[in-house]
């Protein structure tokens, strides 16, 4: 596709249960981050891929994220045992090559845990 | 550590009015990266402006400006007559060339009243 593609764009979940939010970034982007809006706030920076080197998993908040990006194209961010303070929308972006270069950014994924 | 400021919450114009949102950053970097991006009502982030610490130029585009002042760390965005398409939230973001995170500010929301 032409953009950064993010699935589902909605997902309600019940507390405790595992969720895998899915990010596909513009075909030959080699840089995908992934960021958290909570309601009326600001980008909070979760993990960051660049080509083959070690993700930057400096901002996921707790070991109940993880994200893995295969084939160094699509990633996906599970979290597990879900909190109601994960609701947020969580935000996939892409650039050509490292951070101080553009982003592009998908729609994101609205989280909802009840 | 990085950090970026942008105070203004909300702001509220009527059109045709020039505004001008703030942003200050903080970081212990030399070289770096100052982005805005706007967020739109329909929520997909889209870039406005890229500057490196070495280029302190203002830059104009259109309606929009940016002034650039490493002296006070500052880096503001001025729309001139603005529109109420112009309604959207505005984020300042900063990346630090040796490494991969970009850090965005809480975000300014602006509204453009007919």
């Known amino acids: 596709g032409a953009g950064v593609s993010q699935s589902p764009s909605n997902k309600v979940t019940e507390k405790g249960k595992d969720v895998e939010l899915r990010c596909d970034p513009i075909?030959?982007?080699?840089?995908l981050y992934w960021y958290r809006q909570s309601l009326g706030q600001g980008l909070e920076f979760l993990i960051y891929f660049q080509g083959n080197s070690a993700p930057d998993k400096s901002g996921l908040p707790s070991d109940r994220f993880s994200a893995e990006r295969t084939g160094g194209s699509v990633s996906t961010l599970t979290i597990q045992r879900t909190q109601q303070e994960d609701s947020a929308v969580y935000l996939c972006?892409?650039?050509?090559?490292?951070?101080?270069?553009?982003?592009?950014f998908g729609q994101g994924t609205r989280l909802t845990v009840v | 550590a990085q950090k970026v400021t942008q105070a203004q919450t909300e702001i509220s114009v009527v059109e045709k009015e020039d505004v001008t949102l703030d942003c200050v950053y903080e970081?212990?970097?030399?070289?770096?990266?100052l982005f805005w991006y706007k967020q739109p009502p329909s929520g997909e982030l889209v870039f406005l402006i890229r500057r490196n610490s070495f280029d302190e130029q203002n830059e104009i585009s259109g309606r929009y400006s940016w002034n650039f002042q490493k002296s006070t760390s500052s880096f503001n965005f001025t729309i001139t007559a603005s529109q109420v398409v112009d309604s959207a939230v505005y984020f300042c973001?900063?990346?630090?060339?040796?490494?991969?995170?970009?850090?965005f500010g809480a975000g300014t929301r602006l509204f453009v009243k007919a």
């Open positions: 973001a900063l990346s630090e060339a040796r490494g991969f995170k970009t850090i």
């Open positions: 075909s030959g982007h080699t840089a």
């Open positions: 972006a892409s650039s050509p090559e490292a951070a101080n270069t553009e982003a592009f």
């Open positions: 970081t212990r970097d030399t070289t770096y990266y």
